[in-house]
């Protein structure tokens, strides 16, 4: 997110904002903790409906160590054949959940783009998962940026450059957090090196959700005609 954009999230929310790069934002405890526990109670109900599901690997098929699963108009997969967003579960072929309204603010607050998301992955991480160094790169466009929303244990969370062999930094995300992916960190390199376990009461079977909000859908050409 360029300075214009971050002094505009930072007038339209209460909560403290840092800068962790160009278009790297962190807001500490973005959700307090009657938010988190509303946020995973229609998480709950999200899950009901569209379980989380076991990701593999393009090509080998190895199992990813987080499950899945999504909500909103379009969901985030992968399997055998590849990366990729579509409108239905994998597993039960019925379209995603819509998404929950903490969310949706989260997006409002922060995202500072004035179309809505389209597309929310949901993580579970349990205690022995990790997500490796990855950009998110399979949506349309990068205009708009990444939000992600932190639910329970604590997690190190490891960022980059736009360069895959780039310098690193990690920091702790703590349940309630949000980061946003945006302008010159769109395509920043990130992931999670690990949980730590016990560190949060919030989920009664432990580990930690994150909510990665997107816009997949491209931006409208000004002057082309849609059809
Ligand atoms: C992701 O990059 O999809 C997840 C990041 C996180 O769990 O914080
Ligand atoms: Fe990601």
């Known amino acids: 997110m360029q300075p214009a ?4 999230v930072a007038a339209r929310t209460r909560h403290h904002l840092l800068s962790l790069a160009p278009g790297l934002l962190y807001v500490p405890g973005y959700f307090d903790r009657d938010e988190q526990a509303a946020l995973l109670d229609q998480l709950r109900g999200i899950l009901a409906d569209a379980p989380l599901f076991q990701p593999v690997m393009p090509k080998t098929g190895t199992p990813f160590s ?6 909103g108009p379009l969901g985030w997969v992968s399997d055998r054949n590849g ?3 579509q409108p239905m579960h994998p597993v039960t072929a019925r379209p995603w959940p819509t998404m929950p309204a903490l969310a949706r603010r989260a997006w409002a607050d922060l995202g500072d783009y004035p179309d809505p998301s389209d597309a929310c992955l949901i993580n579970y991480y ?3 998962a990790r997500m490796g160094l990855h950009q998110d790169r399979d949506e349309e466009g990068f205009a708009a940026p990444v939000v992600s929303l932190s639910l329970g244990d604590t997690c190190v969370f490891r960022y980059g450059s736009t360069e895959r062999r780039g310098p690193t930094k ?3 995300l703590s349940s309630g957090d949000a980061i ?3 302008g010159a960190a769109r395509l920043a390199f990130h992931g999670v090196d690990r949980i730590l376990g016990g560190s949060s009461t919030l989920l009664a079977e432990g ?3 994150n909510l990665t909000l997107r816009r ?3 931006e409208v050409l000004e002057g082309l005609d849609p059809r």
């Open 5 to 8: 954009a971050e002094a505009t």
């Open 170 to 172: 990690s920091l702790k």
């Open 66 to 71: 987080v499950r899945m699963s999504n909500c």
């Open 83 to 85: 990366y990729r967003y």
């Open 180 to 182: 946003v992916l945006g």
């Open 207 to 209: 580990g930690r959700f």
């Open 216 to 218: 997949v859908a491209g």
């Open 126 to 128: 349990d205690r022995d």
